[in-house]
């Protein structure tokens, strides 16, 4: 039997719990939720971690919708030089979250680009308003981080020897030859 371990930066709210139709949510992350989060990015360190997030209820409860904005300050490795990066996040984000059974699973679901995004499921009622910034912060960061001046001057599609002309490889390319011969 699979565990599945709780994010590490999980704020989940019940629907039902809210006091009212939208409630405002100001979450940061504690040292120990960065430093598990930079891991699971792939990154060197967020220095801090802050969202507001707006839930409202939808639909008698049965949906939720989420927006919010986050801000943090990370470091990222340079893809180049793999010295440390400086960053500061900014990013807005807009959610929709729906009943679980909505979501067969290996159901075929078709997505349009013209509709609107099908709702994410929401498990038993609630919405993991961490999880969510959490994601929301790994689009958001720079895929191609790089320290000002760094360039990648060896790398050539062409190959090495870009001038000279290519001579075929594989196992017929000696047959080919002796035949020209």
């Known amino acids: 039997m699979t565990t599945i371990e709780a994010p590490e930066f999980s704020r989940p709210i019940t629907i039902g ?10 979450v940061s992350a504690s040292d120990e939720e960065r430093a598990d989060l930079a891991r699971r990015l792939g990154i ?11 839930l409202s209820v939808r639909l008698g409860g049965l949906h939720a919708g989420l927006s919010g904005d986050l801000s943090a300050d990370v470091w990222q490795a340079c893809v180049v030089t793999l ?19 909505n979501f067969a699973p290996g159901a075929e679901v078709m997505i349009s680009m013209e509709e609107e995004d099908p709702p994410d499921p ?24 790089r320290v000002l001046g760094a360039e990648f001057d060896s790398y050539s599609s062409t190959g090495p020897d870009a001038t000279e002309e290519k001579q075929p490889a ?3 390319a000696r047959l080919a030859e002796l035949k020209r011969e």
């Open 17 to 26: 719990d809210l006091e009212s139709d939208v409630e405002r949510f100001d």
């Open 44 to 54: 060197l360190s967020i220095e801090r971690l802050e969202a507001t997030v707006h």
């Open 83 to 101: 010295e440390p990066v400086p960053a500061t996040v900014e990013a807005h984000f807009e959610r929709t979250f729906g009943p679980q059974d």
């Open 122 to 145: 929401m498990d038993t009622g609630a919405v993991d308003i961490g999880e969510v910034v959490a994601e929301e912060l790994s689009l958001a960061l720079n895929p191609f981080p």
């Open 170 to 172: 594989g196992p017929f």
